[in-house]
Structure formats: C-alpha cells, structure tokens
C-alpha cells in the first residue's frame, strides 16, 4: 500500500468511502492526493470504483437516490461535503468531461457557452472571447470556427468529445475531471483528445479515468491504480509503469488481469 | 460567480422543486379521488335509516276522557292534531306540545258520537257515526308566507268535508269502508251485523240527452268464504275491494260496474287458516299489504295464470311482528309499507323487503301517524304520551336485491332482472336492477372482443414479422391514427348507414362470413401451387396482404351479388321473417352484429398497437436462433415470438377489453338500449355506460336513481381499472425484460 | 400417404397462416377505407349543386328532384332510384323512391328552380310570378326574381343590424334585473339610490326596447310584403315571401366552373354561417366555434397540469414502489371511460364547486343556477381531467427518453436541476409534449359523452365569448361538432333530411381529428428515431 502525499495538492482525499444504495461498498477508504496543474491518471480494471472516485471530486454522486459518503475530499483547504460547501460552485470549480460524448442539441456556440448562461452572464463579447479561447484550447477553433451556429449534434465523435471539453474549460475550472474520455472514440480522434489533454496540462489539473494504460501512460503525470475499491498503488507514471511496487499492480499492467 | 446571481438561481430552484412537487402530487392524487368522489355520491344508497325521537309530551288538554281516535300532523313536523270519539279535533304544536285550535266534526244528522275512524290518501278521514252515517273529511296543511314578517312560513290548517253517506236503514253496521275517487264517484261498503256484505254506489252517468244524472244502487255482495270476514280495504279509487277472513282467505270484488259487482276470486292465502287481522293497499293501489294475526306482514297482487286467471300471489315477505298485527297501512310517498302490533311500529320497504325502521317506545303505542314525506312520525301511548320522531330513509328501495338479483315487481308474472327507472306516474315501482346493464356491457364487449381480437392480433403479427419494414412505417402510424377517429363518428355510421346496409342484405352478410374464409383458403392454396413455377418463386415475400385484398373484396362483392337470391331460395325470401317464424328470435335493426363491427373497429387500434410494439420489442436475435435452426417463418413467430410477445399481446387484449366496455356513444346509438338480457346476437341492448348518458339529464339530484347511476359509474371504473391495472402491470414487466420504453 | 404427409407439411409450416394474417390486416385496413371512402362520399357531394330531372311517370304524374342513388328493388326485378323531391311543405316528404320501370320520360328543363328556404327546405320549382307588395302578382324572369331579391336583403341586413342592437338592450336589461335581485337579496331600501338609479335605467332601456321592437315589427312587415309565385312539379302553386328565401339557382343552367364557385361558396358559408332548421341546414359555426374554445380551454388546464404531474414524476419524485403504483395508475385513467369522467364532472364540478359558487357569489338569483349547470367551464374541466393522462404519460416518455449523460453533462457545468429541466430537458421533450398535447385534442375534439351531460347543447343561444363584459361567458352552455352530429343524427324529428348535414360534419370533424393526431405521431415517430438512432 501506497499513500502518497504531496506538497500542495489540489485536491486531498482522506479514508474516503462510498456505499451504493443498499449499503453496497465502492470504495474501501481511499487516501490520495492530487498536484495541481498536471495530469493524474486513475486506472484499473472495471468495476473497481476509479468512476465512482472522480464522481465523488464533483459531487456527481449526489445525483445517485440512497447513497452514502465517509471520509472527505478537500478541495483547495476545504472540505468538498461540508454542509456549507456550494455544490454548484464546486462543480464549476470542478468541470467533468464523461465517457460518453454528451453536447446539448443546440448550436456548437451555445454549447460552448451554457456554463456562462447558467451563471447569469450575458455579456455577448464575453461570450465570443469565451468561445474562441475554450474551442482553441480544446483543440477544435480551426475546425468549427465556421459553423458555430450549426447543430452540435452534426459534429463528429471526437469532435463532439472535444467540443464537451471546451464547454467545460468555457466556465474557467481549477480541475478537469475525464471520465474515459476516450472509450467510444476510434484511433484517430482518440489521439487528437490525447493532444488536447497534453496541451491543457499547463493551465489545469486534471484527472482522467482510463482502462487503456498505454493511454496512462501518454498522457498522465501521475498514476493511481486501484482494484476493487482500494487503492493499490500511486506514483509517478514513469516508474509505475516500469517499476510497479505491488505485485497485483504488475499483475493488471502486464495484463494478467483486467 | 456572481453570489447574488448564485442565490437567485438557487432560489428559484427551490421554488420551483417545491411547486412541481405540490403541483405533481395534487394533480395525480386529485385524479385518484375520481374514485373516492364517485364513490361517496353512491354511498348513501347504503346507509342503514335512522329515526330519532324529536319531541314528546303528554297529550295536552285531556280532560274529557274521550278515547283518541286517531292523529295526524303537516309535513313540517309543526301542526299536529287528535281526533278523539267525540268527533273533536284539536290541533296543537307539535314541538311543545301546547292547544292550538279546535274543531268539531258533526254528522249530516248532527250526532257528535263516532265508532270509528279510518284514514287514507293524504289526510283524508273516514269517520263513521254512531248512528250509522259515514263522512270523509280531509285536514289541510298549507304552508303560508307572511310577506309582512320577513317571508317567515308558518302552517295553516283547515278541513274539508269530502263526501257524506246516509245512514243505512238496517242501522249500524260491524265495518265500514269508503271511498270518494276525482269523478265523485261514492262508494260504501258496509260489513252488517250478519257477517254479510252489502255495497252502496253513487255515481254521475251522462244522460242519453247529455245532461249528468246521479245513479245509485246498493247491492249485496257475493261471499263465498269459509271463514268470517275479519278485516276490508277498498282502493282509493273504490275499484277493487279486498276483504280478509279469520280462516286465512282473502276475497277480491270488482266494483266497477255499478250494476253487477264481482266477486273475482277467493283465495286461501294461508294453507294454515291463520286469522288475517289487516288488510291495507301500498301507495298506487295495485299490491295488497296482509297483516296476520301471527304477526306476519306479506304482500299480494293479481297474477295472471294461464289455468286459473288472475289471482291473488304470494310477492313479497316483509319483516313481521312477534304479536298479531293490529293493522297497516302505506307510506303516502313511495312503496314502503307501515305495520303496527302491540310491540311497535314498523317501516319496511315492499320492493326491497327491507326492514326500515322500527319505533318502540316503553310504553304500548295505541295510535300513530306518518308525514305525507314519510320522514316523520308520530305516536300516542296507551298512557297519553305523545311522540314525534323524525326519521332519516334516504334510499329505501335499493338493496343489494334489487340492484343484482331477480325482484318480483308489481304487475310482473314472475321475479325479473328489470331496469326502468322511472314512468308517468308517482306512484311508479322504479326498477333499479343493474344486471340487465351489466349484461348488456359484457355482450356487447364480447361480440365486438370476437371481432376484433383475431384480426388486430393476426394484423399485428403480420406487421411486426412478415412486412416489409416500407409498409410497416405505413401501417403502423396509419392504424394509430385510426385510434383517433371519434367514436360519435363510428356510431353514427353504424347507426345510420351499416345498420340499415345490413338489414336490406343480411343474407349476403352472413354468405360473405362463408366465402371470404372459403375464397382465402382457395386462393392461398392456388399460390402455393403456383409458386412452383420457376418465375413466381422470385416473387418477394412481404406483399401478402395487398395480394390478398382484392381476394377478400371479390369475395364481398360476389356474396353481395349472390346473398339476395340464396335468401330467396333458401329462407323464402325474407331471413328477417324466417329468423322470427322458425327461430323466434325477432331481428332488431340495431343489434349486436352492428355492435360487433363498430366496436370491433374502434378497439382493433388498441389491440393491435400494443400487440405489435410487444411482437417488434422481441430481440431479433431470438428470431435469427429459430430461422437458423431450420424453422419456417411462420414456425417461428408460432413456437418462439408469439410466446415472448404474448403479455404484451394479453395486454393489449385487456385494455382494448377496458375500452370496449366504457365506450359509450357506439352503443348509445347503434343498439336499441333495451334492457333486456338475451344472448341472442340479433337483439340490442343497454350497456352501463350508454345507460348512464340516458338517465342523468333526467335524474334527479341525490335521489336514488342519481345515486344508483353513480354506482354504475363506479362499477365501470372498477371493471376498467382492474382490467387496466393487470395489463399495465404486466406490461411494465414486459417492458423491464427487453428495456424499451 | 405421402397426400397426408404432404397436408401435415403444409400446415406445419404455416405459410397459410402467414397469409391469414396478412389477410386480417387487409381487412381492418379495408374496413378503414371503407369507412372513410362513405364519409368521404356521402361527405363530399352534399354541396354539389347536382343538376334537377322532370320526370314524368306512367301514371301521368310529374316529379321534379335531384338523383340520390340508385338500388335493386326489394323483389330484385329492376332498380328504383331515390329522389330527393324538396318541397317539405306541400308534399310532407323531402325524398321518394321510384322505380325505374314507372319512369316515361327524364328532362333537364333549364327553368327549373332551386329554392333555400329560411323553414320547410328546399323547394324546387318554376317561377312563375313576382309580387313587390303590391297584392298582384306579374309575370317576371329569374334575373328580376334575382333583382328583387337584392333588395330584400339590403333590407334584411338592417333588420339585422336592429337586431343586434335588440339584443344589446335585452341583455342591458336582463343585467339590471340581476342587480335588483341582488338588492332585494342584500334587503336594500326601496329608496335607495342605487335602486332608484337602476330603476330609472331600466325604465331607459324599456323604452328603448319598446321602440325597437316596434320599429322591427314595422320594418318586418315591409320587408316581408315582396312574394314570389312559383309553379311545382305536380303543378301546385306556392307563394313565397322573399324574405324567406335564402338563396335561388338555377342547376340545369350552371357550368362547371359556375357549380365550382356555388360549391365553394357553400363550404364558405358552412364555416361562418349560423345552422338552420334545427341544424340541419345552414352553416356549423357556433358548434366550430364552441369545440375549437372547448379544446382551447381544456388546453389551458390539462397542458400545465399534465406537464408538471410528469415533471414531477420523473424529475423529482423517489423513484420507488410508490411512483410505480402511481405510474401504473395514471396509465390506468387514461383507459378510464369517458362517461364515467363525465358523471364525475357532473357531480364534482357542477353540483358541487358549481353550487358552492352560485351560493357563494350569485345568492341572489337561485334557485336559477348560474355555474351550478352544464357550462363550458366544467366540460372543459371534465375532458381536461380526461386529457390529463395522455399528456402525463407522453410527457414523461419523453422525458425518459432524454438520455441520462444530458442531465450529468448539465450538472457538471453547475446548472441547478431547475436550469436542466428548462435549459435542457423541456427543449428536448417538446416535441413529446406537443405529441401529447394534439393526441389530448384531438381526443377532446371527438370525445362527446362526457360533454353531453356537463353543458353541451343542441343550439346554444350565444356564444362563450361576445362583445359583453366580461367577454369570456364560460359559464354558458356551448355546441360542439361531436354532439352536432349525435344530435342531428338521431335527435331530429326528419333523420333522412338530416343525413347530408351530418355526413358534412362527420367529414369535418375526420378530418380535424385525422389531421390532428396525423401531426403528433409523425412528430413521436421523428422523435423516437432521434434517440434510437441518435448520433452518440
């Protein structure tokens, strides 16, 4: 067992456990921490709770009738399930890009700037500075940068992956959360949303979930690989994946399991 | 962001979680109460009558000892009044018990003494004198708005002298009963001293010249009884004379001719000789209430016989008396009939033979009085107590009985599943039975079930396994939108354009049932034959039912052209008429082949709809298993997705089932609405529903019939939501199993 | 043998059953067409302005009469024909059958004259002479009996305009008479001012209704004097006022496209005319009027109810056996019979809310009830309560159908569930909404029973909505097309007269309904293939 700490994280999590309805456990007490401004990858075989872990930094959980959160996350000092913590301003602190490319049937524009509209903003040049600065930091500016009044419905798989992460880079998150982002995509756009992630490291933190560890491995900073529920083993991605301190993580890596 | 931003939203979120949710449960559970509501209309059809003591005192101004004769009060519960031997009558306040006025009967010859008093109709008096004569009076209550004292109502009494009859020359008779009926026709009956009978008639003939001259006759009726006449009662209309003896006969006159009065039967009405001690008429003069001195309380009215004529019947056994009966008489409002032994007073309803009410106080009644509404009451004692109850009988003539059983009703043969709320007259036995309703809706809904359940279930299995997906995306939608047609429309061409089409030409309808079947198999049959042939084998499949069509319209057409003639050679002409000759059934032009075919045709929609999402929701895998295995087409949907499909099949089934029975307007205008219960499918009938829009506009609010049509309503809610509730549930399942909405 | 075994073979395999089916899917589709293929036909024609025969028959008589149909007699031993003979007044009956073998001769006589009358039908028939009120009567042509007629009606629309303003100053007076009950029910003073200033206006209006209906009468008369003489077929003299007369033409001289221009006409005036002859004839707009505000108010009260109760079902509420009962329950209203909505209205609506208002607000004028009776208002509330499930369950089909990423991709971005529910998920159910909604109206727009007994009527004497205050009268009773046709169908005293007339209604209202509910399951279809075939 690992538990890595680290100077300043982002987000801190502490002996967190989540219990499904009907008091089914998820995870087993999980501590980790994040650095900012890199990227950390969450990988594992299915079912061993990296989704419900990230679903947990924005409170997406909460959305699940029945469950049951202990332990705390601790997003920059502050305890994310407090009472008094803002859910809605801590899911715009803390974006999430899903497994499932999931663009609203409206125009790529008003897709892009839908966080903007909820918060009330209705400045129209805000709103074409937004646009322009999230599409080409998510990679697609060039692409759609003609058609931004056209169904977002009309764009490609990985455009529209893209397109979710500009939407969420739109509201200025501290951390983007990245729900296998890649997993209904082919090859090709699998690797322009690689490009993306890599490019966005600088201004974000981001957290990915990813079954495909050479995915992990190209694009994440840190590594965390958990198995039923807990976590196995942190640590560096180059020296997880070259020199895994736990046998089940040499196990799932070498692709033993999984 | 924005913090004040921030709490609006949020706000607003709130406000709007807590108004869809108000909003969202008051909708559904406002929409539950339908139930509850309709319900609660109904239910004081069963609420148990109540009474209640309102007033009692000891008989004001009671000095002269004179025996009370009989009491009587308004309608109101104000004014009451005694009548004692003396001929006097004084009225008093019936809530404390103080004198009002007084007033003194006196016969035409001036004697103040009475024998007797009997009293009939609405407070009408038959007082006979001492010295023989006979007067019938009537008290008057009218009510009287003071315009000056803020229209405040106050009851005004009077009386009136009806009739008076002379002194017979015999002298004072044992009984006396009579009658004056609206043509001033006067009728006496005297029961002498000897134990005969004698009867005095007085009535106003037209002359030859035009001019009204006043007959009279007195005649001696014929007796043929065992036993000594005990008790007699004549109709209101001086009619019908029955008199009761005390070997347990009853003896029927008909005095309708004045000349030959008719002795029409004798009847011994108990095989025990028990001793008949009253005799009363319920309200409508038609049943004979008997009071034994056994304490027994039947009802009686002529039946027609084909051996013996009309005679004297057993209908109805009302709730007795543990003491011989003293006497009854009739509610003035409905066919409730009052009984009175030394234990007490009792109501019981004739039609439902339901015990109402029963006054007992703890001292012996000797006198007492009904309100012309039937709910007052009031009673003397033995010991000069006077009572007045108020009594609470809100739907006397529903019971369970007479809502679903058979119920013998006056001027019936025999017990009868009838329903006919209401006639002309007041004094009309409603006949409130909903089997013949329920009948009717089953009937109708399994005639139309028969049509319609094969063609939509072997319609929606064509669509959903053998069309070509070009037609289904026609057929489909276009069977849906055929849900939407207005029933008023398919009712309307049943009623006006199928029903006669099908009466001209009954002959070929039923010869099409025959062919169509027959030309099916005939040219199937060709097909396949023909489909040997090297170049039909490339025919594609999935155009079954557009090849088929003309075949199914050539059919019609040839038994159109053919239907005519065979009716002529084979039913000499008119099927109509032999149907009526040789089968005795009598062909109505709005029967259940019209039933059949309309209401066929609005649930087919239904069924088929919901058939076929079930037949299409089968995994296609389960199809490409069985066709892989060697199976044919029809094996397959037979033996593996009709299986799967059948809940959804069954529960299209049901719903369309739930349809049929509520539909109201096909029925209501392509049947007959007779509520006769015949399983004969070339009669009508009258279905709950259609039942309902016929008798509300007329019903009266609250009243029994409103009540009871509320209960049908209930009973087709019921019907529906069971139906309903089993199809939906297992639908859901359905649907969880292959996870489409 | 092998003949058994073959047999065997051929049912196992079942390809007959195969074309069985598609036989029982033939016939409910033909029985379809048939039913709209006779309302189409009977539907269609009425309004042809078809041309009028003479015929002379062997017994010497003549008939004049427009061809309905041709049939085999009852003894099959030729065909007899129906006419439609008019003339209502002089021989009782508008139709008679004819056998063929009777008739000698058949003409078109260009003469010939077709008559609508304000009563008794039509009248065909040959014009014979024109009386201007002068009491005898000169020969004339159809263009001066048209002349004549011109100025009939130039006189006829004042006596209308008077009319309106008759009606004005009844309903003026009827309103006083309702505020002096108040005040007799209130126990006000007989010199109270309020009385006093009611009374002198009553006193106004009186005597400006007198003299209004004495100007009436004056002005009827005069424009009743004109009369026309005209000759029937069995040589009957009629005199008819010109009044009366509600349109002349002459079939046999028409062209085509002169019937055209008279057909559409007709269909003009059947929408914006007033029925007569007890509806019979004449035009269906109050019943248009009455079901298109009958389904508009119905809307008002059904759509949002409708759409919330879903909201709340699938947004808000726990999703639990509970829900699960209340799902399987308002399934279930919606197979709930109509008639039995319609006695709950009655009873809940009308004699309960309704009388509690009338005892409430309206004391004074009971025992006449104002809302405690049948009236637009409680229809309304009846069909909407009727129409509530369907918009429920396709409401939250369409909400179910979103899929769940939409809601998670909104939160995410910080929306609150109220901002999902309008941003998101209302836009993305629209079309399910509306798909519920026609399929409520169109259900409304056919639905009669429940109407018949919470204030339906035959012919109701003013529409819902007028130029008095408050303009919106919801408590009147109304027409409605489904009624119109049960009413005329089977209510009128002359069912075959009526026939047309119905046929005319049934195809309106068909088509309205067909329409209606064509519209909402194309747009469920297209919705349904967006989220099956979605592009995720």
Redesign the interface.
């Known amino acids: 067992m690992t538990t890595s700490r680290i100077e300043n994280p982002i987000i801190q999590v502490n002996d967190l456990k989540f219990y499904y309805p009907g008091n089914a456990r998820a995870l087993h007490g999980i501590d980790l921490s994040f650095p900012e401004k890199q990227v950390t990858a969450l990988i594992g075989p299915s079912g061993c709770g990296k989704s419900t872990l990230i679903r947990c930094f924005n409170r997406m959980n909460d959305l699940i009738d029945g469950c049951r959160i202990e332990g705390e996350v601790i997003l920059e000092g502050e305890s994310i399930y407090d009472q008094n913590t803002d859910i809605i301003e801590l899911r715009r602190k803390v974006g999430m890009v899903f497994q499932k490319s999931n663009p609203f049937p409206k125009s790529i524009y008003e897709n892009v700037i839908y966080g903007l509209r909820i918060a009330g903003e209705k400045d129209k040049k805000l709103f074409d500075e937004r646009v322009e600065t999230s599409l080409k930091a998510a990679a697609l500016w060039d692409e759609v940068k003609d058609r931004l009044q056209e169904s977002a419905l009309g764009l490609s798989g990985g455009q529209m992956q893209r397109l979710c992460i500009a939407r969420a880079i739109a509201v200025n998150p501290k951390v983007i959360l990245m729900d296998e982002p890649c997993s209904a995509l082919d090859p090709k756009s699998t690797a322009r949303v690689e490009e993306t992630i890599k490019e966005l490291r600088d201004d974000y933190t981001i957290i990915i979930v990813t079954h495909n560890m050479q995915q992990a491995a190209r694009v994440s900073d840190h590594t965390a690989f958990l198995f039923e529920g807990n976590l196995i083993e942190y640590g560096l991605t180059d020296q997880l994946f070259v020199k895994p301190q736990n046998q089940q993580t040499e196990d799932y890596i070498t692709g033993r399991f999984g | 962001m924005n913090p004040a931003f921030l709490k609006k939203i949020k706000r607003n979120d709130r406000i709007a979680a807590w108004i869809i949710t108000i909003g969202g449960m008051a909708v559904i559970v406002s929409v539950v109460l339908i139930l509850l509501l309709i319900t609660k209309v109904s239910l004081p059809l069963f609420y148990s009558p109540d009474s209640q003591l309102y007033t009692s005192f000891q008989l004001p101004g009671d000095k002269t000892g004179k025996q009370v004769f009989t009491l009587g009060m308004d309608e109101y519960l104000e004014t009451g009044y005694i009548v004692d031997s003396g001929g006097l009558v004084r009225f008093f306040n019936v809530t404390d018990g103080s004198g009002l006025d007084n007033y003194q009967f006196i016969s035409e010859s001036g004697s103040q003494s009475l024998v007797s008093i009997q009293r009939y109709g609405r407070l009408n008096h038959v007082l006979h004198w001492n010295d023989g004569s006979v007067t019938i009076e009537q008290v008057k209550f009218s009510p009287f708005f003071d315009e000056n004292n803020n229209n405040l109502r106050s009851i005004q009494h009077s009386i009136e002298r009806q009739a008076a009859f002379a002194a017979p020359a015999t002298g004072r008779s044992e009984q006396v009963v009579a009658r004056i009926n609206e043509e001033d026709r006067q009728v006496r009956v005297d029961l002498l001293q000897n134990g005969t009978l004698r009867v005095s008639l007085t009535e106003e003939v037209e002359s030859l010249f035009g001019a009204a001259e006043l007959v009279e006759a007195t005649h001696q009726l014929e007796n043929t009884a065992v036993g000594q006449i005990t008790t007699m009662i004549l109709s209101n209309d001086g009619i019908q004379l029955y008199a009761g003896t005390n070997q347990g006969e009853i003896l029927r006159w008909n005095l309708s001719d004045i000349e030959t009065p008719l002795l029409e039967e004798v009847t011994q009405a108990f095989s025990d000789h028990r001793e008949i001690t009253a005799l009363n008429l319920v309200f409508g003069d038609v049943s004979l209430i008997v009071g034994d001195n056994q304490g027994g309380l039947t009802t009686w009215f002529p039946v027609r016989n084909s051996d013996t004529g009309w005679k004297l019947t057993l209908i109805h056994e009302l709730t007795g008396h543990a003491e011989p009966i003293r006497s009854v008489s009739p509610t003035p409002h409905d066919k409730s009939v009052v009984s009175f032994a030394s234990g007490g007073v009792q109501i019981s309803h004739m039609t439902s033979e339901r015990f109402l009410v029963g006054i007992d106080p703890p001292e012996k009644i000797s006198h007492y009085a009904l309100t012309t509404r039937g709910d007052g009451m009031m009673t003397l004692t033995e010991q000069g107590q006077l009572s007045s109850w108020k009594l609470d009988i809100p739907h006397p003539e529903i019971s369970f009985k007479t809502l679903f059983g058979k119920v013998w009703y006056e001027g019936y043969s025999e017990p009868a599943w009838a329903w006919q709320s209401s006639a002309g007259t007041d004094d009309y036995e409603p006949k409130l039975s909903l089997s013949p309703l329920i009948f009717g809706t089953l009937k109708g809904t399994f005639y139309a079930m028969l049509f319609a359940v094969p063609l939509a279930i072997f319609g929606a299995i064509y669509t959903s396994q053998f069309a070509r997906p070009k037609f289904k995306g026609v057929v489909k939608p276009a069977v849906e939108v055929m849900a939407a047609i207005p029933t008023v429309i398919i009712g309307f061409l049943a009623a006006l354009w199928l029903a006669p089409l099908i009466e001209r030409s009954l002959g070929s309808m039923f010869l099409s049932l025959i062919l169509i079947p027959a030309a099916l198999m005939i040219s199937i049959a060709l097909w396949q034959a023909a489909r040997k042939i090297e170049p039909l084998k490339r025919v594609e499949r999935g155009f079954e039912f557009l090849a088929i069509a003309p075949v199914i319209i050539i059919a019609v057409a040839i038994a159109a052209v053919l239907g005519p003639g065979l009716e002529n050679w084979f039913f000499a002409g008119d099927l109509k008429q032999w149907l009526f000759t040789e089968m005795g059934t009598r062909y109505d032009p709005r029967n259940c082949i019209i039933i059949a075919f309309a209401m066929g045709f609005a649930v087919i929609p239904i069924i088929f709809t919901i058939s076929e999402d079930a037949l299409s929701n089968v995994p296609p895998s389960l199809k490409a298993a069985s066709l892989a295995l060697g199976a044919s087409r029809w094996q397959t949907v037979w033996r593996v997705i009709l299986p799967s499909a059948s809940p959804g099949i069954f529960a299209g089934t049901m719903i369309g089932f739930g349809r049929a029975v509520g539909e109201t307007m096909i029925v209501l205008m392509a049947t007959g609405n007779t509520a006769i219960m015949d399983l004969s499918i070339f009669n009508g009938m009258r279905p709950l529903s259609a039942n309902i829009a016929v008798e509300i506009p007329e019903a009266p609010v609250d009243g029994s019939l409103y009540r009871t049509l509320f209960l049908t309503a209930v009973i087709l809610f019921v019907m529906t939501f069971i139906v309903n509730t089993v199809a939906e549930i297992v639908r859901q399942r359905l649907r969880a199993k292959y996870g489409r909405f | 043998m092998t003949k058994m075994k073959y047999m065997n073979r051929?049912w196992?395999?079942?390809?007959?059953?195969?074309?069985?089916?598609?036989?029982?899917?033939?016939?409910?589709?033909?029985?379809?067409i048939v039913?709209l293929a006779?309302?189409m036909m009977?539907g269609l024609g009425v309004f042809w302005p078809s041309e009028l025969q003479e015929l002379r028959l062997k017994d010497g008589s003549q008939v004049v009469g427009k061809l309905i149909r041709s049939e085999?007699t009852s003894d099959?031993s030729g065909l007899r024909r129906q006419y439609k003979i008019a003339n209502r007044d002089l021989y009782g009956l508008d139709f008679r059958w004819i056998d063929e073998d009777q008739i000698v001769s058949e003409q078109t006589p260009d003469q010939l004259l077709v008559l609508e009358r304000v009563e008794h039908g039509d009248f065909y028939g040959v014009l014979k002479g024109l009386d201007a009120g002068t009491g005898n009567a000169l020969s004339a042509t159809v263009d001066d009996l048209s002349e004549a007629l011109g100025m009939v009606e130039s006189e006829l629309g004042q006596l209308s305009e008077l009319e309106d303003k008759l009606k004005a100053a009844s309903y003026r007076i009827e309103q006083i008479r309702l505020k002096t009950l108040k005040l007799d029910f209130q126990n006000v003073a007989e010199n109270d001012p309020d009385r006093q200033k009611l009374n002198d206006e009553k006193q106004v209006f009186s005597q400006k209704f007198g003299n209004l209906v004495e100007l009436q009468t004056k002005r009827t008369e005069k424009a009743r004097q004109a009369r026309a003489i005209f000759v029937a077929a069995n040589g009957q003299e009629s005199e008819i006022v010109l009044a009366d007369i509600f349109q002349v033409y002459a079939p046999n001289q028409m062209s085509i496209s002169d019937k055209v221009v008279f057909y559409l006409k007709k269909l003009a005036e059947l929408f914006v005319g007033e029925p007569r002859e007890s509806n019979t004839e004449g035009g269906l707009f109050p019943a248009i009027f009455g079901t298109v505000m009958l389904i508009f108010v119905m809307s008002l009260f059904s759509f949002p109810?409708?759409v919330?109760?879903?909201?709340?079902?699938r947004?808000?509420?726990?999703?639990g056996i509970l829900v699960?009962i209340?799902r399987?329950?308002?399934?279930?209203?919606a197979?709930?019979?109509?008639?039995?909505?319609?006695?709950?209205g009655?009873?809940?609506f009308i004699?309960g809310i309704g009388h509690g208002i009338d005892s409430f607000f309206f004391p004074e004028r009971l025992p006449t009830p104002t809302f405690g009776t049948g009236g637009l208002l409680w229809a309304s509330l009846t069909l909407a309560?009727l129409t509530?499930?369907v918009v429920?369950v396709s409401t939250e089909?369409a909400l179910?159908?979103i899929?769940r990423?939409?809601?998670?991709?909104?939160?995410?971005?910080?929306?609150?569930?109220?901002?999902t529910?309008v941003?998101?998920l209302l836009?993305?159910a629209s079309p399910g909404i509306m798909t519920g909604l026609i399929?409520a109206m169109?259900?409304a727009?056919?639905?009669?029973?429940p109407l018949?007994?919470t204030g339906v009527v035959k012919l109701a004497p003013a529409l819902p909505i007028d130029g008095n205050f408050p303009f919106f009268h919801l408590d009147r009773k109304f027409m409605h097309l489904?009624?119109h046709?049960?009413d005329i169908?089977?209510q009128s005293p002359n069912?075959e007269a009526a026939?047309p007339m119905?046929f005319v209604t049934?195809l309106l209202?068909?088509l309205i309904?067909?329409i209606?509910?064509?519209v909402a399951?194309?747009l469920r279809?297209k919705m349904k293939k967006r989220y099956t075939f979605g592009?995720?």
């Open positions: 051929y196992r395999v079942g390809e007959p059953m195969v074309w069985l089916s598609g036989a029982a899917l033939a016939v409910t589709l033909l029985t379809a039913l006779v309302i009977n085999p099959n109810l409708g919330v109760a879903a909201i709340y079902l947004e808000y509420a726990k999703d699960r209340v399987i329950a308002v399934n279930n209203l197979g709930i019979p109509s008639i039995v909505y319609g006695i709950f009655l009873g809940f004699y309560l509530v499930p429920i089909e179910g159908a899929p990423e939409m809601r998670e991709g909104s939160y995410a971005l910080g929306s609150t569930k109220f901002q529910l941003r998101i836009p993305m399929l169109a259900r727009a056919g639905e009669v029973a018949m007994i489904g009624f046709i049960y169908g089977f069912v026939k119905v049934t209202l068909v309904v067909l209606m509910s064509s399951i194309h279809n592009t995720f």
